[in-house]
């Protein structure tokens, strides 16, 4: 069993930065390509980014640029620095780990249970 638990999420105001944690727990953390994504209420659950474990990244068109992945293999943490909120920010934010770097959910095996962000 992977677990995955996210951390950071909140409230913000249009503008500000929050950064969004995930603790992997795993000993081959640094193996796996590890995502993000976000659903907003009615919606598909929507790929944001991806690290493969070359450390390769991935991002979704709208938020490249503001967003940025990351992750620490020796905390088996994997980041996400949210830059430049706005109101279509706010979701359920999910971390997620795979054998396939990809912003596709179905790729990834093992998901977190989400954090919140809400930005007015």
């Known amino acids: 069993h992977v677990q995955l638990v996210e951390s950071g999420g909140g409230s913000a105001q249009v503008g500000d930065s929050l950064t969004l944690s995930c603790v992997v727990s795993n000993d081959n953390f640094q193996l796996y390509c590890v995502g993000w994504f976000r659903q907003r209420p009615g919606t598909e659950r929507e790929g944001l980014a991806s690290?493969?474990?070359?450390?390769?990244?991935t991002y979704e068109g709208t938020v490249e640029r503001r967003f940025t992945i990351s992750k620490d293999n020796a905390k088996n943490t994997l980041y996400l620095q949210m830059n430049s909120l706005k109101p279509e920010d706010t979701a359920m934010y999910y971390c997620?780990?795979?054998?396939?770097?990809?912003?596709?959910?179905?790729?990834?095996?093992?998901w977190g249970q989400g954090t919140q962000v809400t930005v007015s």
């Open positions: 997620a780990a795979g054998q396939i770097a990809a912003l596709t959910a179905r790729y990834y095996n093992y």
């Open positions: 690290i493969g474990w070359d450390n390769k990244t």
